[in-house]
């Protein structure tokens, strides 16, 4: 079956150090993997996707997210995180069915 | 682009009535739209997902009597709760995709629904 797993439930990170969230799916074939952020009250903001191509994939607000296959995981990566960060982080695969299956999210919290 | 508006963003009503949100792509056409519920510190759940001019396919354990959905044109999505509850008390989220393979899912800003 289709899943997507992001191990951290909270993250806390002080401002301007270095961001990873954790994210893995299970997936039979070659999977389209997508980040989402919510801030709260909002709804989701695409941050960054992955279909096929180069496994180092560039988004907005300045984070990147890697696929790597052999470990089933596609973690996204902030160099240097802003207080606006603060908020929570969802990784999704596309099912062959065209829905969307999200992992539990990570609510990220930044300190000054 | 790829702007999905949802209204209202925020409905407070008595039990026993019914609530309509609209979802809209303001600037594609949406051939598939998406609604999930989400429960507070929680991830999002799928409750159906419509076709423009078709009906839509619910969830297992989504009441389709409940939740009515109706996806007209390519622009316009809704859903009506029916003789609302407490207990459907819910933030409310849609999201619009312009066609299949690898086209994302673009969210509205979601609707808290609250039923005294």
């Known amino acids: 079956a289709q899943s997507v797993t992001q191990p951290d439930i909270h993250i806390t990170v002080s401002e301007g150090a270095s961001l990873e969230l954790r994210c893995n799916y299970s997936y039979g074939a070659t999977p389209y993997l997508f980040w989402y952020v919510q801030s709260p009250g909002q709804g989701l903001q695409l941050l960054l996707k992955y279909f096929s191509g180069d496994t180092l994939v560039q988004g907005i607000k300045g984070f990147e997210a890697e696929f790597k296959r052999s470990q089933s995981s596609f973690n996204l990566r902030k160099p240097s995180v802003h207080w606006s960060d603060a908020a929570e982080y969802f990784c999704a695969v596309r099912s062959n069915t065209g829905k969307l299956i999200f992992g539990q999210g990570t609510t990220l919290q930044v300190k000054p | 682009g790829a702007v999905v508006s949802q209204h209202p963003s925020w409905v407070i009503c008595k039990s026993g009535t019914s609530v309509k949100i609209e979802c809209r792509s303001l600037d594609f056409q949406a051939t598939t739209m998406f609604w999930y519920r989400q429960f507070p510190k929680q991830s999002l759940m799928l409750m159906a997902t419509?076709?423009?001019?078709?009906?839509?396919?619910?969830e297992q354990g989504v009441e389709k009597d409940k939740f009515l959905i109706n996806h007209a044109s390519l622009t316009l999505s809704t859903l009506t709760v029916t003789s609302a509850h407490p207990e459907d008390s819910s933030f409310y989220i849609c999201?619009?995709?312009?066609?299949?393979?690898?086209?994302?899912?673009?969210f509205g800003d979601g609707t808290r629904l609250s039923i005294l």
């Open positions: 999201s619009a995709s312009e066609g299949a393979g690898n086209q994302p899912q673009h």
């Open positions: 419509s076709n423009e001019g078709s009906k839509a396919t619910y």
